[in-house]
């Protein structure tokens, strides 16, 4: 535990291979008047991450260059052991390394060895811990509000799915009335029923829009990406379109090319974007106007625009349509919803790596919502399964490694616990971990402490347990973590095989991040 500020104790491990720059150090340490600082001092890598593990260290003062390890991935491993402790990177002037590069991996400070005295060590320590804090403070209350939003999501879930089943029946009902299933209804009958059935429709969609949209949000949606004439697509949903534009006497022009454009997506999705973009251009545009749909291409991809002379946006709210449950300048009492439309829309075009916006220059003045399709979308979408292996035996991760690759994976590999966590701290959100194998009996870092971190990171990594001799303790420590995979040693080449693949096709299913 990292000390609080108030108190004038502060524990720190020193890393440093060389005698005559700990020599140095400690005496610098020795020297501060501001704090009693109570030193470990450590010749090699593998001794301090053993200190570090116990959790009791306040500071860690680390040489960039030890026997057994080198440059940055020293820091990698102390950082994914050292947890509240801040690090501070000590360097020669001859290190290949920089500040920004061992400061973006997650360094407190980065110090010249020859440069540093007392004062400022003291300075350094100080400030070090005190920024450490914070940044627990901020992960936590950060930790804090994704918990509440993932409770509000389950609730909104929950909820939206229990009212599915008593809609359903309102819904049936009211269509076998209107049917005469039970009997001629009197005109006023009819007139009610009617409207019981609309209400309950509308209920329906707001219901599949709020589920819709948690579900994008949430990564669970499952897109068949296909290759498709948009062109074509176009075309017939501005048939399915005229009909409601007529009614208004709402002209629509379109500007397409000739022949056909193919593009890699989710057919079905991308025209559920038009679609919304065409019925809202008809609910603002005017009796006697006219909206304009424009297909083009280039070398990136493709740009759809829907243009309209309706009511327009004020340009300073332009950035916060695409919010939930906002709808500026609707008259709710003539066009109902509650503005999730938009919100859909750009979560489907997120997870298309493309993008979606609007232009207006003002109320009054008409407005253009235009989206884009990369055209190289195919290859962002089959990117191969990254996989990180850990287990301590050297067989077996050679197996492991083996059978994943010929699965066409990229596979990882670690021979500890704090190995693997290095590799999980450096992934990141930008590269994440899509499944973690893993043994549960692993040196300096158990299994339970790896599948924690991996969820910290990325909460979307699926894992697969191996184990000799399952550990009731550590599976019970692994399950508030969510469901896994248990496989038994020992496994021949064609069991793991058969017992990844279909975990293998299930995560090819899921859509990458954007």
């Given at each position: ?5 108030d108190s004038n104790s502060i524990h720190v491990l020193l890393i440093e291979d060389n005698a005559k720059d700990a020599a140095a150090m400690q005496k610098i340490l020795r020297e501060v008047k501001s704090a009693s600082i109570r030193l470990d001092k450590v010749k ?471």
């Open positions: 535990m990292m000390c609080p500020m090699n890598l593998s001794d301090g991450l053993e200190i570090l593990a116990k959790g009791d260290v306040d500071a860690v003062l680390l040489d960039n260059s030890l026997p057994d390890g080198q440059g940055l991935d020293n820091l990698v491993k102390v950082r994914a052991i050292a947890k509240d402790a801040p690090v501070i990177v000590l360097s020669d002037r001859d290190d290949p390394v920089t500040e920004s590069e061992v400061i973006s991996l997650g360094a407190q400070d980065f110090l010249m060895k020859k440069r540093v005295n007392s004062r400022a060590m003291a300075r350094i320590l100080h400030y070090a811990i005190e920024r450490q804090r914070i940044r627990m403070t901020l992960e936590n209350a950060v930790a804090k509000l994704q918990e509440l939003n993932q409770l509000k999501s389950d609730f909104i879930s929950s909820v939206s799915h229990e009212l599915h089943t008593p809609l359903t029946v309102i819904t049936v009902a009211s269509n076998n009335f209107i049917d005469g299933i039970f009997g001629d209804l009197e005109p006023v009958q009819m007139k009610w029923i009617e409207r019981i059935k609309s209400n309950a429709d509308r209920l329906t969609n707001l219901i599949n829009d709020i589920l819709d949209l948690a579900k994008l949000e949430a990564g669970r949606v499952k897109l068949n990406w296909k290759r498709f004439d948009i062109v074509r697509m176009t075309l017939e949903t501005l048939e399915d379109i005229v009909p409601i534009s007529e009614k208004r006497r709402i002209a629509i022009h379109k500007n397409l090319p000739k022949g056909p454009v193919e593009v890699y997506a989710a057919e079905g999705r991308v025209q559920q974007v038009l679609v919304n973009l065409l019925t809202n251009a008809v609910k603002y545009t005017p009796e006697g106007g006219e909206i304009r749909v424009t297909l083009t291409t280039d070398g990136e991809g493709v740009r759809m625009e829907v243009a309209d002379n309706g009511q327009g946006i004020d340009p300073t709210k332009l950035d916060i349509i695409f919010e939930r449950f906002l709808q500026l300048g609707r008259d709710k009492t003539s066009t109902p919803g509650i503005g999730l439309g938009l919100a859909i829309c750009k979560e489907i075009m997120a997870l298309h790596h493309g993008r979606l916006w609007a232009e207006s220059e003002g109320v009054g003045l008409g407005s253009r919502f235009i989206f884009t399709l990369p055209f190289d979308l195919q290859s962002k979408t089959l990117q191969k399964p990254t996989v990180l292996v850990v287990d301590n035996d050297p067989s077996v991760l050679e197996l492991l490694g083996i059978v994943l690759k010929e699965l066409q994976c990229d596979v990882i590999e670690a021979k500890d616990g704090a190995e693997a966590i290095g590799h999980l701290v450096s992934s990141g959100k930008h590269s994440p971990i899509d499944l973690l194998v893993v043994d549960m009996m692993l040196p300096v870092r158990n299994g339970v402490e790896v599948i924690q971190e991996a969820k910290r990171v990325n909460p979307d990594t699926v894992i697969v347990i191996i184990t000799g001799f399952p550990d009731h303790t550590l599976l019970s420590g692994v399950m508030k973590h969510g469901n896994f995979t248990l496989i038994r040693k020992p496994f021949k080449f064609d069991e793991i095989k058969r017992a990844l693949n279909p975990i293998l096709s299930a995560i090819n299913m899921k859509e990458k991040p954007a």
